[in-house]
């Protein structure tokens, strides 16, 4: 069972999203415009995530390689602070800090052993990194700068991105379409 490399790219299909498949490590790479994130090698507000298959399609990973670089900013301690803080305000997603050169990555990965991976899990977990790494990065570039650490910017953090908008058309597709909605809106004024 557990899934494949094949399986993956049918999904991503489904989901109409773009990507290109490393030809050395098989990774699938896909790039999200973003409003509030900047990539630190391109400079771009662009966030790439790179989904791996391990373990003979057992185990998923779902990742932001070099989210961000603490090599050369003036409060690391407080940028570490915010991303441990993200790990407690949010589902799934994990902080990994390499010490070494100061990069951040974050992923969300987990055991698939003998289930299947479906595309609604793959989904989440695509525009959960790319959505959450957006709104959190106000908080993050504020500790980085001035040391400070304000969780309420990234509460009051309103993205406006593709991601978002995608998000509320498959909102709107599970409901039912817009007349879907509208009865569920309509029971809830009833209550």
């Known amino acids: 069972m557990a899934t494949t490399l094949t399986e993956v790219q049918q999904f991503l299909n489904g989901l109409d999203l773009k990507y290109r498949v490393d030809p050395k490590t098989k990774a699938l790479l896909l790039s999200f415009a973003m409003d509030h994130y900047i990539c630190p090698d391109s400079h771009e507000k662009s966030l790439t995530v790179v989904i791996t298959i391990e373990e003979d399609g057992e185990f998923i990973k779902v990742a932001a390689p070099l989210t961000f670089s603490l090599a050369e900013v003036e409060f690391p301690n407080e940028a570490r602070e ?22 951040v990555r974050f992923v969300i990965e987990f055991p698939l052993e003998d289930a299947l991976l479906t595309q609604k899990q793959l989904e989440r977990c695509i525009y959960g990194i790319a ?6 990065t106000p908080v993050f570039d504020l500790a980085v700068t001035t040391g400070q650490i304000d969780w309420d910017l990234m509460t009051n953090n309103k993205p406006n991105t593709d991601l978002e908008r995608m998000e509320m058309t498959d909102l709107l597709r599970a409901a039912g379409g817009a007349e879907g909605l509208r009865d569920i809106l309509r029971r809830r004024e009833v209550k």
């Open 131 to 136: 959505i959450m790494i957006d709104r959190f």
């Open 82 to 103: 915010v991303c441990l803080g993200v790990c407690y305000r949010t589902k799934m997603l994990q902080c990994e800090y390499d010490d070494s050169d100061g990069e």
